[in-house]
């Protein structure tokens, strides 16, 4: 019987004893254990052989685990045994009670026990007291290696050494002696011995058949998924958008040669009036009748006119006395001294300057014109002032038409110009007005200039317009009125200014269309100051009558007027300019009276005489014209310009479907605050003729400032390609709408800018290809512009000493600074374009501390159509933005979601040297856009977007944000649409498909900061 059967019997007899109908018997066991127990069967039977191993390994383990404890303890009580006999030793032999001393040296001697308290202290020899001071208890160290490392052990002597009295470790005691309280050793080491422990556990191994019950492990079938391969993941690379740009090279040396023959007319039968010209044909340089519609004629060296009879006069003498040829100017007309103007009429003029083969500004060149015919007559005799100067004769090669003084009109006239000549000129230094109505010019060829202002010297301009006489009358000029001009050639000018000027309106009500190339509407390389800031405004005391000419004002202001109150300029020819300041002219000085102030300050004193032939800039402006609205007046096909046909549109190479690099204005001249009237453009405070100079260093008191473009409406039509709104070089600084800008004879600042036809409505197909609205490029050079009065401001300059312009201004950078509002309309346009250096500033936020917000100017930029660039800065150029960016292709129809907020590039292809790209800063607003919000490229290129976290970018194929080959985009924040489907964002309209972004990233290479 099992112990489990055993243990049932047992249990089942206690239970019959507290039942007392119960009795037990071993028929009561058997039918329990069938009847009641089934249950405990896996007790009794099935488990019996496991039960027996597990009891079995369980004895084997407790058996083993009792000796280790039994171990343990016998350990533990071991060491506790020499503890405590340790201590005891030593505290009997260092604080014993008793010790016992040599016989023959104590009477102790046979006594044998001591009494610890005798009353008395001994005090002889070899006393306890003196002989076994107390040095404290004897310590082992604590630390096992010290303890258990033998000093004949190999790593004894990496153990620390000491000099510790109370510790045993010999390492610890260096240099103290063995000895320690009565106790004294010597060292006796005994050697390293080397015990073998080995332990090992033979466990009783108990082999049992595990009894196979049948019970199997399910198997799995095989699971099978099929699906497919996951695409390679291939990273974007957007492409870095380029910008080629093709900047025209205006003439910064134009043909001057125009001057007169005093106060002499070439026709003297016709005398001086106004009435003996009217329907009179006239001519001077060219073979009579000899011209076409086409703008062909013979060049020859005669003048005449024609009244239904041919008069040549050229064999003739002028009313000077001097045979007449090829004359400067044919007639001579002087207005009254009252004011009542002189009045011509119903005039036809036919007119040829002499190609002598010189370029424009007079240097002999084998690409330039030679005519075959002999230039003679007052022409090639120079005219009033023949020899200019200098020991020899400088012929005068243009030729005049008319040459005005004081108040003249001019009606029903109509002039062609064949080549290097001029329709009219006006003295700046008398300075009259000239209105003209329903007149007339063609153009053709090159070196025309319809409208010339003749220079003078500065003490001519100041006499005239000093008190006394008729003077008062006349103390600001004007070519005003209407006139209608055609250019058909190349390489000419509308107006052309020269030299030092007196206050001047430049007003035209007619239609200036240029159909040739290269032309330029008003030229300036000339000092224009504001006279108003001077003197010569109140002439101590004296003010100025108000004309009526001029609003009833009296205000010596110049101004530049064009294509306003019903006028047009239309530029459709490739690389015309509409306005053009340039640098300091080159070439040959240009003629100027009056003869005694000029020897006054370029000879006696010194003064360089072409100081202030640069283009300076001081009074009003505003210019709408159209670029590009169709490519010829007829809106045929331009003509391609050739060398031996100059009458064309089209330049070798362009498109001739397209109006290629049209300029609404271009500055050159270095025009910017620091630049000193007295020291550097020629004002001659030291020379002396009179009076002339008494008052003349108060244009000092016209502080020179930037140039101020107060309104400005260029448009580009769907023909002009490649264009610029505004171009600054060489350090000039443009500022556009500028608040506090003098607006007294312009119509007001503008409210907003734009390139569009129709502005903001401008449709995809009107739209212009790849206009740039604000270019700025390079920076400041003196090597050019050559600023100094005189030889010593001039050397100062050139070495940049201490205190000069030129240590201030040099490298200082060219700059746009527009504060109205823009709205970009062009196709592929740029806003605002930062090149080698320059840079373009879209509004203008106070930096002065505290900050002052009333000077903050903060403007909206917005981009109608696709592939618009707002800021654009390439190698080190600079565009800064200050307001709402928006550029959602609002009126695209294709290419859509391409546009860039800010792109900054380095480009060695447009700049060899360049090794640094450009940087964008855009503070001050939202950018809200289609497209990309910053994209840098190239080493040193960086897009700050620093305007918080409203902006809002839904994505096309490049992403929101790109940097890459070194290039750098900070961004504040907003929220970043990437989506097939415009759904949540309010950039495009709900639901407008975008583009497939499976092959794009919202972010390329970028370094982003978040808040």
Same mark, same amino acid.
């Given at each position: 019987m099992t112990n489990n059967l055993q243990n049932v019997k047992r249990d089942l007899r206690a239970f019959a004893k507290r039942c007392k109908e119960v009795h037990y018997t071993d028929d009561l066991l058997i039918k329990f254990l069938i009847t009641g127990m089934i249950s405990l069967t896996s007790n009794l039977f099935s488990e019996v052989t496991n039960r027996s191993i597990e009891n079995q390994k369980q004895e084997i383990t407790t058996s083993i685990k009792n000796m280790h404890q039994k171990v343990k303890e016998t350990r533990r009580e071991n060491d506790k045994l020499l503890k405590n006999t340790n201590l005891e030793l030593i505290q009997l032999m260092e604080q014993g009670d008793h010790v016992v001393k040599a016989p023959w040296s104590n009477w102790q001697y046979g006594l044998n026990y001591f009494n610890n308290n005798w009353n008395g202290t001994y005090k002889g020899r070899g006393d306890k007291q003196e002989k076994y001071p107390y040095e404290g208890m004897f310590q082992r160290s604590l630390? +096992?290696? !010290?303890?258990?490392?033998? *000093?004949? #052990?190999?790593?004894? &002597?990496?153990?620390?050494l000491g000099s510790f009295r109370h510790l045993a470790s010999s390492n610890a005691r260096s240099g103290l002696a063995s000895s320690y309280g009565i106790a004294s050793n010597n060292p006796a080491q005994e050697p390293i011995v080397e015990i073998n422990v080995e332990a090992s556990i033979r466990p009783k191994t108990v082999k049992i058949d595990i009894p196979d019950l049948g019970i199997r492990a399910p198997r799995l079938q095989a699971l099978t998924i099929n699906g497919t391969e996951p695409p390679a993941v291939t990273v974007p690379e957007p492409k870095t958008p380029t910008k080629e740009v093709t900047i025209v090279q205006p003439n910064a040396s134009p043909f001057t040669g125009f001057f007169f023959d005093a106060n002499y007319n070439a026709i003297t039968s016709l005398g001086g009036s106004g009435t003996a010209t009217k329907n009179v044909t006239l001519y001077s340089g060219v073979e009579p009748n000899t011209w076409t519609n086409s703008g062909g004629v013979q060049g020859a060296s005669k003048t005449g006119y024609? /009244?239904?009879?041919? $008069?040549?006069?050229?064999? %003739?003498?002028?009313?000077?006395?001097?045979?007449?040829?090829?004359? =400067? @100017?044919?007639?001579?007309?002087?207005?009254n001294d009252n004011g009542t103007a002189l009045t011509l009429e119903s005039l036809t003029l036919h007119l040829r300057g002499f190609y002598d083969g010189t370029d424009s500004a007079g240097n002999s060149s084998t690409t330039a014109s030679s005519d075959t015919w002999s230039d003679t007559g007052r022409g090639a005799e120079g005219g009033a002032d023949a020899k @200019? &100067?200098?020991?020899?004769?400088? *012929?005068?090669?243009?030729?005049? &038409?008319?040459?005005?003084?004081?108040?003249?009109?001019?009606?029903?006239?109509?002039?062609?110009?064949?080549?290097?000549?001029?329709?009219?000129?006006? !003295?700046?230094?008398?300075?009259?007005?000239? =209105?003209? +109505?329903?007149? @007339?010019? /063609?153009?053709?060829?090159?070196? @025309?200039?319809v409208y010339y202002i003749m220079p003078s010297a500065y003490g001519t301009l100041a006499r005239y317009l000093s008190p006394g006489g008729a003077n008062d009358n006349f103390y600001i000029g004007g070519l005003k009125g209407k006139t209608n001009v055609n250019l058909h050639g190349s390489g000419n000018s509308v107006y052309l200014s020269a030299g030092i000027s007196g206050a001047r309106h430049i007003e035209n009500t007619g239609k200036i269309d240029s159909d040739g190339a290269s032309n330029i509407v008003y030229s300036g390389i000339g000092y224009v100051p504001d006279w108003s800031k001077t003197w010569y405004q109140n002439r101590g005391g004296s003010p100025r009558t108000p004309r009526p000419e001029y609003g009833n004002k009296n205000i010596m202001r110049s101004v530049i007027k064009l294509g306003t109150g019903g006028g047009q300029v239309n530029l459709y020819g490739d690389e015309n300019v509409g306005l053009f300041f340039g640098s300091k002219m080159g070439g040959n000085d240009p003629k100027s009276w009056e003869k005694n102030n000029r020897i006054a300050e370029f000879q006696t004193k010194d003064y360089i005489r072409k100081a202030s032939f640069i283009g300076i800039y001081q009074g009003e402006i505003e210019f709408h014209a159209k670029i590009g609205e169709k490519t +010829?007046?007829?809106?045929?096909?331009?003509?391609?310009?050739? #060398?031996?046909?100059? %009458?064309?549109? %089209?330049?070798?190479?362009?498109? *001739?479907?397209?109006? !290629?690099? &049209?300029?609404?204005i271009f500055s050159q001249s270095g025009q910017r605050e620091g630049i000193s009237p007295t020291r550097d453009l020629g004002v001659p405070i030291n020379a002396?003729?009179? %009076?002339?100079?008494? $008052?003349?260093?108060?244009? !000092?008191?016209?502080?020179?400032?930037n140039l101020e473009v107060g309104n400005l409406d260029v448009r580009f039509g769907s023909k002009s390609k490649n264009g610029f709104m505004i171009i600054s070089k060489l350090g000039t600084v443009i500022d556009v709408a500028k608040p506090h800008t003098s607006t007294d004879y312009i119509s007001g600042l503008s409210s907003n800018i734009t390139d569009g036809l129709n502005g903001a409505t401008t449709s995809e197909a009107d739209a212009s290809l790849g206009t740039v609205i604000a270019y700025s490029e390079g920076t400041w050079d003196q090597n050019i512009h050559k600023l100094g009065s005189n030889s010593t401001y001039l050397t100062d300059n050139d070495n940049r000493t201490a205190g000069s312009t030129a240590a201030e201004l040099q490298d200082k950078p060219s700059e746009v600074n527009i504060f109205a509002p823009v709205i970009l309309a062009s196709k592929s346009g740029i806003a605002y374009m930062g090149d080698n250096k320059g840079t373009v500033n879209a509004g203008y936020e106070d930096t002065s501390s505290p900050h002052d917000p009333t000077k903050d100017v903060f403007i909206k930029t917005t981009a109608v159509n696709h592939k618009s660039i707002i800021g654009f800065a390439r190698n080190e150029g600079t565009v800064n933005i200050h307001g709402d960016i928006e550029a959602i292709d609002k009126n695209a129809t294709s290419n859509k979601f391409e546009n860039i907020a800010g792109l900054a590039t380095l480009d060695t292809d447009a700049l060899k040297s360049a090794t640094t790209g450009g940087t964008v800063n855009i503070k001050n607003g939202n950018i809200k856009i289609s497209g990309m919000a910053g994209f840098a490229s190239g080493n040193g290129s960086v897009v700050n977007i620093d305007n918080g976290t409203g902006n809002k970018i839904q994505t096309g194929e490049n992403g929101a944000l790109a940097a890459v080959n070194g290039g750098k985009v900070n961004f504040s924040g907003g929220t970043i649409y990437h989506e097939n489907k415009a759904m949540s964002s309010n950039v495009v309209a709900s639901g407008t498909v975008t583009v497939d972004h499976s092959k794009s990233t919202p972010f390329m290479q970028i370094l982003m900061r978040l808040q």
């Open positions: 630390s +096992s290696f !010290e303890r258990y490392t033998s *000093p004949l #052990s190999k790593n004894y &002597g990496k153990l620390a024609i /009244d239904g009879t041919l $008069h040549d006069v050229s064999a %003739n003498n002028t009313d000077g006395g001097k045979l007449v040829g090829r004359t =400067t @100017n044919i007639l001579y007309r002087r207005g @200019n &100067g200098t020991s020899s004769v400088v *012929p005068t090669r243009g030729t005049i &038409g008319i040459h005005t003084l004081l108040n003249v009109n001019v009606k029903d006239t109509h002039a062609t110009l064949y080549g290097r000549a001029g329709f009219l000129t006006s !003295e700046t230094w008398r300075s009259g007005t000239v =209105t003209m +109505s329903d007149t @007339n010019i /063609d153009v053709y060829n090159d070196q @025309n200039s +010829s007046v007829s809106g045929a096909a331009q003509k391609t310009i050739t #060398s031996s046909n100059l %009458n064309g549109g %089209n330049l070798n190479g362009n498109d *001739p479907d397209f109006v !290629e690099g &049209g300029v609404g002396s003729n009179g %009076n002339d100079y008494t $008052h003349i260093g108060t244009l !000092e008191d016209d502080t020179i400032h």
